[in-house]
């Protein structure tokens, strides 16, 4: 899986949980480590790096502290990670791509 790198945030570290989009029309999420291996935390501020008119195509919990916690495809491949620099608290997902389709309600007049 090829990656590229849309942006990152939230951390001190130099890896810092970031986003990427892969060549397979889908997003690598790469955050922090929970209790379960498909879900990661990430800093609210790494949504804001989707492509133009994407999203995120994963449920999103928000934590109340600034974080979402959301769940993926774990990343194990050997080539993908080792295209990340992946802390020791971190982990990473693949979550969908979807296509924005709707950008709020239109007045009925």
Same mark, same amino acid.
């Given at each position: 899986? !090829?990656? !590229?790198?849309?942006? *990152? =945030?939230g951390s001190t570290n130099n890896g810092c949980p970031s986003l990427?989009?892969?060549?397979?029309?889908s997003y690598l999420v790469q955050g922090w480590v929970t209790d379960n291996p498909d879900t990661v935390e990430i800093p609210h501020l790494l949504t804001g790096f989707a492509e133009p008119d994407t999203f995120i195509g994963s449920a999103m919990t928000d934590t109340g502290r600034g @974080?979402? %916690?959301l769940s993926g495809r774990?990343? @194990?491949?050997p080539e993908t990670l080792a295209q990340l620099d992946l802390?020791?608290? &971190?982990?990473?997902? &693949?979550?969908? *791509?979807?296509? !924005? %389709?709707?950008? =709020?309600?239109?007045s009925a007049r």
């Open positions: 899986m !090829r990656l !590229r790198f849309l942006g *990152k =945030g990427y989009a892969t060549d397979q029309a @974080t979402f %916690t774990p990343v @194990t491949e802390a020791e608290d &971190e982990s990473a997902i &693949e979550v969908p *791509k979807l296509e !924005r %389709t709707f950008y =709020g309600a239109a």
